[in-house]
């Protein structure tokens, strides 16, 4: 299903964490249909924050402040699409870490949409959080002379000077949730796509807000790296607790630097704060940690909340063990990364900064909500663990 070159580079395409399930992400026959007239398609999603004519609102600001423009308004005409399959171009795709549900489904669709487009990707390399790797990474495709390179900084100063020399070469940019210190849109790049970070962290909020009746005592496990997209989610779950649910009171705010490590400082935060009433994760990989802490102290009266919806959360939320999630949309995401792409292979102008709306995801819209973020049906797993509760 997913196609890659062996090369000399640390591939992705691998099975999930241990602390994640494995991601089945089958192509979306209904996406590559679409793409004979848009490069970018996005399903009304099951339940977002929306304005008064209805539309979804994103909230989120660019790395550098930018207004978000929807995913949904990137297209191109058939002759566009023409022209780009005569190319023969081709695009490496650097991710900083390639061991979860997020990255696999944005990878599908940024294969999914190379592929509709005739373009061959010929490098796709997972730098497992290393800056270091990742300098090596983009060192290592850039050997392949790719015309697009799409990737996700892992440290956006230790990696500017080796995006930079990408960009000298003349070689494409499109980043992931976040961009190189120093790089402004339409100079050093093309552009940045990411989900509304900011709305799924009211999203997680007002999950946790509701579920305890506007009071209680909640703690926080944040990922204490300065990383521009968790860092939006932090912000927006801090600012509605405190201006939404004032008789909330944040009693404890842990960090970690191992995703799979959070078990322990959860185990710390639920013997200083026994009380404990809720806890907020970081993303789904983190809240893994959490809810197996949660298990072994017997305290499953706590409520859970986090964003990413990972395959193994999703059935936790089926089953109301997780109160549920703010939900990205990756391979949605990744479908806008490939077509912001092409926009700079065709000199077309491109959005400094485009995003997916945020997605409440909960135990009642589980199964319509995963359809949307995969691109497939709800797998048999899921439907059973939704229809047991």
Request: overall charge negative; aromatic content about 6%; glycine content about 8%.
């Amino acid at each position: 299903m997913k196609k890659m070159l062996a090369i000399l580079l640390t591939l992705v395409m691998v099975v999930s964490l241990a602390a994640c399930g494995n991601s089945s992400t089958p192509s979306a026959e209904t996406t590559a249909a679409a793409q004979e007239t848009t490069a970018a398609t996005t399903t009304a999603p099951a339940e977002t924050t929306t304005a008064t004519d209805g539309a979804p609102v994103i909230l989120s600001k660019g790395p550098n402040g930018e207004d978000a423009v929807s995913a949904t308004t990137l297209g191109l005409t058939p002759d566009e699409i023409a022209k780009v399959k005569a190319g023969n171009y081709t695009a490496a795709i650097v991710f900083h870490y390639g061991g979860n549900d997020w990255s696999t489904s944005q990878l599908q669709g940024l294969t999914d949409t190379f592929n509709n487009l005739g373009i061959k990707i010929v490098a796709t390399t997972d730098a497992n959080f290393s800056a270091e790797q990742q300098v090596s990474d983009i060192e290592t495709v850039m050997a392949l002379d790719p015309d697009i390179i799409v990737s996700i900084p892992t440290d956006p100063v230790a990696t500017a000077d080796a995006y930079q020399r990408a960009a000298d070469k003349g070689i494409k940019l499109v980043f992931m949730d976040n961009v190189p210190q120093g790089f402004t849109a339409g100079q050093n790049y093309v552009s940045c796509v990411s989900a509304d970070n900011y709305g799924n962290g009211i999203v997680a909020a007002d999950l946790i807000g509701e579920a305890l009746g506007g009071q209680g005592k909640v703690g926080i496990v944040h990922f204490d790296v300065d990383f521009f997209v968790t860092n939006q989610r932090l912000e927006a779950f801090e600012k509605t607790m405190s201006e939404k649910y004032p008789n909330i009171q944040v009693v404890s705010k842990m960090g970690f630097k191992d995703p799979n490590a959070t078990s322990e400082v959860a185990d710390a935060m639920l013997t200083q704060n026994p009380d404990i009433q809720a806890i907020f994760a970081h993303w789904d990989v983190p809240a893994e940690g959490v809810l197996s802490s949660l298990r072994a102290a017997g305290r499953t009266d706590v409520k859970l909340s986090t964003i990413d919806l990972g395959n193994n959360v999703a059935k936790e939320i089926a089953e109301g063990n997780i109160l549920g999630l703010g939900a990205q949309l990756p391979y949605d995401q990744g479908v806008a990364e490939a077509t912001l792409g092409v926009y700079a292979l065709l000199d077309k102008a491109a959005p400094a900064y485009v995003a997916v709306p945020a997605l409440r995801v909960d135990q009642n819209n589980i199964l319509d909500a995963y359809k949307q973020v995969y691109q497939v049906e709800a797998p048999d797993w899921l439907v059973e663990a939704a229809n047991s509760k």
